[in-house]
């Protein structure tokens, strides 16, 4: 069968998400496995122009791995015609202008999140797109973890009946950066420069959440800023402006209760650093980023609280594990795929601008929730 050439431009591939996830595990892997493989048989292989700021980095990365095309010069790239997709990596307060840029030149946009820094640049870049007839997507990765996959395969098989609640642990203590490096860039610790744990993570919760169990509509939180100084990169001590924090509490359609605490500040105890636990009137069941227990009705033990006597049980042991039934793959490489196809072939991708959006708003709403002590509700967004 024919194989395809299709040009991407890649905005941000020097910053560790662009180059890890989206560059080497994604293009290059799809490459080296002959392109992506579409309906008919035939296979698109993604030919890359590397896009960034800074001259030596670029040129050094695309050494490394025998790519001829990098510049720094955007506007270059979306010029060329053999360019048909625009991806973007960048920091988000830079990500929006970026964008129109590519759609303006007539380029199918894939991006991280979040789309744009507010709610109102989300939809602008929807509406858009939309009036520019360019297919657009977002990074929805969480859903393709091997946990989630099998999460998903028990909600389909109606293993948890009516599904009462969520209840979602995310995070890990990041090192301050005094005595020890942080594993995450002291951007992220600053609101100035687009931080913050809500920014960050609600944006994966609200796609998590709509795809899985129904739509978030209302919100309640609280955003703290746990660590008040941190050091950066070169060792220098800077305060803390952005949120490390959150525990949020969202309602969702159907009368299904979520809560979620994520934390740049908290000491692991528990299997991974993802668990969502799901409880259904016919079953509960705990996931995490690759494996999967489950308890069914019928196997459910029956505890006795008496805190004078010392517990025998072994909670952990009552739980059993939910199989792969399919070979793992990486999930950023999935959607990427998914969204050739939605461009070669117009394939299913609903997650677009709008569902980009939505996760904006959510991050908002849960800003304004912590900042006003209050419940926040969430009607359906809309073009």
Sequence with gaps: MAVKSLGVVMNGVTGRMGYRQHLVRSILAINEQGGVELSDGSRVTLDPVLVGRNEEKLRDLATRHGLERWTTDLDTALGDAANVVYFDAQLTSVRE???????????????????????????????????????????????????????????????????????????YWVFEGDWQQAQRPSWNYRSEDG?????????????VLTNLFGRVEAVTAR?????????????????????????????????????????????????????????????????????????????????????????????????????????????????????????VEDGPHPYDFLAGARGVRLAQAGLQSSDGGCRVELPELTL
């Design 97 to 171: 202008e970026a964008i129109v840029k590519a759609i303006d030149a007539g380029k199918h946009v894939y991006t991280e999140k979040p789309v744009s820094e507010t709610v109102e640049g989300a939809l602008t870049l929807a509406k858009r797109a939309k009036t520019a007839g360019v297919k657009n997507g977002v990074v929805h990765d969480k859903l393709f973890l091997p946990g989630l996959l099998k999460l998903r395969r028990l909600i389909d098989s109606g293993f948890f009946g009516r599904i009462l609640s969520v209840r979602g642990e995310f995070g």
């Design 195 to 207: 931080g913050g744990i809500v920014v960050d993570m609600f944006c994966h919760w609200d796609y």
């Design 223 to 343: 955003a703290v800023t746990h660590i008040p100084e941190r050091w950066d990169e070169r060792g220098r001590r800077y305060d803390v402006t952005a949120d490390d924090a959150a525990y949020g509490i969202f309602e969702l359609t159907g009368g299904v209760v979520a809560q979620f605490n994520s934390s740049w500040a908290v000491r692991v105890h528990r299997d991974e650093l993802l668990e969502l636990q799901v409880d259904g009137t016919l079953g509960s069941a705990v996931a995490g980023l690759h494996h999967c227990v489950i308890q069914p009705r019928t196997a459910t033990p029956r505890p006795t609280w008496n805190p004078d006597l010392a517990d025998e049980q072994r909670y952990r042991e009552q739980w059993q594990d939910v199989p792969d039934n399919a070979p793992p793959q990486n999930g950023f490489k999935a959607q990427w795929e998914q969204f050739v196809r939605h461009v």
